[in-house]
């Protein structure tokens, strides 16, 4: 599971222990960049 926060006009992505994993855009492209974080974690 992850946290997004806006910050600054983009999207930060944070893990559940509150340790930043990266930024997008929007919240679509965060969802997305998840999507390929979580399969490459894996």
Same mark, same amino acid.
């Given at each position: 599971?992850?946290?997004?926060?806006?910050?600054?006009?983009?999207?930060?992505?944070?893990?559940?222990?509150? =340790?930043?994993?990266?930024?997008?855009?929007? /919240?679509?492209? &965060? =969802?997305?960049?998840?999507?390929?974080?979580? /399969?490459?974690? &894996?």
């Amino acid at each position: 599971m992850y946290q997004m926060r806006y910050v600054g006009g983009h999207i930060q992505v944070y893990d559940l222990n509150g =340790r930043f994993l990266f930024s997008a855009d929007t /919240e679509r492209e &965060a =969802r997305e960049e998840w999507e390929d974080y979580a /399969e490459s974690a &894996a």
